[in-house]
C-alpha cells in the first residue's frame, strides 16, 4: 500500500467517511491531538520516573479516544469515568509536591520542560475544542477531559521537577 493516495492533493481530506477542507476546525482539532500525542512521547523518553512515564503513556492512549469522541457524537470513550481518573491521579501527585508559593518557572529539567510544553499545546487544543463545540455538538466531558489533562500535565511537570 502506498503511504500517498492523491486524494487530498484538492484542500480537502477524509474525515469519518466524509470529506472537510483541510483547514475546518476539525482537522484543526485532530491535527492538535497528533502534535500533543507527539510531544507527550518526546517527554516519555526523557523522563526516568516509572509512574510519570506510565501517566505519559496513559494521557497518549486516551487522546486517542479523545479524537473519536470529537468526531463521533455518539461515542462514549470519552466519559465521567475518564475526567474523574484524571482527578485522581492529580490528586496523587499534588499531595506529594511542594505547596506553590510563587510563580513556576515551566521547564526547569529537559523532561519538565518537554511536559510543560505539551501542557501548552493541550490549552491551545482546549481552545479549538471550545471554538469546533460551538457549531457542532461533542461528547460532553471532551472539555473537561481536556481541561484536566492539561491540569495533570502541570502537576507532572512539578512533580519531575522536584525529584
Given at each position: 500500500m502506498?503511504?500517498?493516495?492523491?486524494s487530498?492533493?484538492?484542500m480537502?481530506?477524509?474525515?469519518?467517511?466524509?470529506?472537510?477542507?483541510?483547514?475546518?476546525e476539525?482537522i484543526?482539532?485532530?491535527g492538535?491531538i497528533?502534535?500533543?500525542s507527539?510531544?507527550?512521547?518526546?517527554?516519555?523518553?526523557?523522563?526516568s520516573?516509572?509512574?510519570?512515564?506510565?501517566?505519559?503513556?496513559?494521557?497518549?492512549?486516551?487522546?486517542?479516544?479523545?479524537?473519536?469522541?470529537?468526531?463521533?457524537?455518539?461515542s462514549?470513550?470519552?466519559?465521567?469515568?475518564t475526567?474523574?481518573?484524571?482527578?485522581?491521579?492529580?490528586?496523587i501527585?499534588?499531595?506529594v509536591?511542594k505547596?506553590?508559593?510563587g510563580f513556576?518557572?515551566?521547564?526547569?529539567?529537559?523532561a519538565g520542560?518537554y511536559?510543560?510544553?505539551?501542557r501548552?499545546?493541550?490549552?491551545?487544543l482546549?481552545?479549538?475544542i471550545v471554538?469546533y463545540?460551538?457549531?457542532?455538538?461533542?461528547?460532553?466531558?471532551?472539555?473537561?477531559?481536556?481541561?484536566?489533562?492539561?491540569?495533570?500535565?502541570?502537576?507532572?511537570a512539578?512533580?519531575?521537577?522536584?525529584?
Amino acid at each position: 500500500m502506498k503511504i500517498y493516495t492523491r486524494s487530498g492533493d484538492n484542500m480537502e481530506t477524509d474525515v469519518l467517511g466524509g470529506r472537510v477542507r483541510k483547514d475546518h476546525e476539525i482537522i484543526e482539532c485532530l491535527g492538535t491531538i497528533d502534535e500533543l500525542s507527539s510531544s507527550l512521547m518526546m517527554a516519555f523518553h526523557n523522563i526516568s520516573l516509572n509512574q510519570v512515564k506510565n501517566d505519559v503513556l496513559m494521557i497518549v492512549q486516551d487522546l486517542r479516544s479523545l479524537a473519536v469522541s470529537i468526531m463521533d457524537k455518539k461515542s462514549h470513550d470519552i466519559s465521567l469515568d475518564t475526567v474523574i481518573k484524571y482527578e485522581k491521579t492529580i490528586d496523587i501527585y499534588e499531595k506529594v509536591l511542594k505547596p506553590i508559593t510563587g510563580f513556576i518557572l515551566p521547564g526547569e529539567t529537559l523532561a519538565g520542560s518537554y511536559l510543560h510544553f505539551s501542557r501548552t499545546i493541550a490549552r491551545r487544543l482546549e481552545r479549538l475544542i471550545v471554538k469546533y463545540s460551538r457549531k457542532n455538538k461533542i461528547n460532553n466531558y471532551a472539555l473537561q477531559y481536556i481541561n484536566r489533562m492539561s491540569d495533570l500535565l502541570f502537576v507532572m511537570a512539578r512533580f519531575v521537577e522536584e525529584k
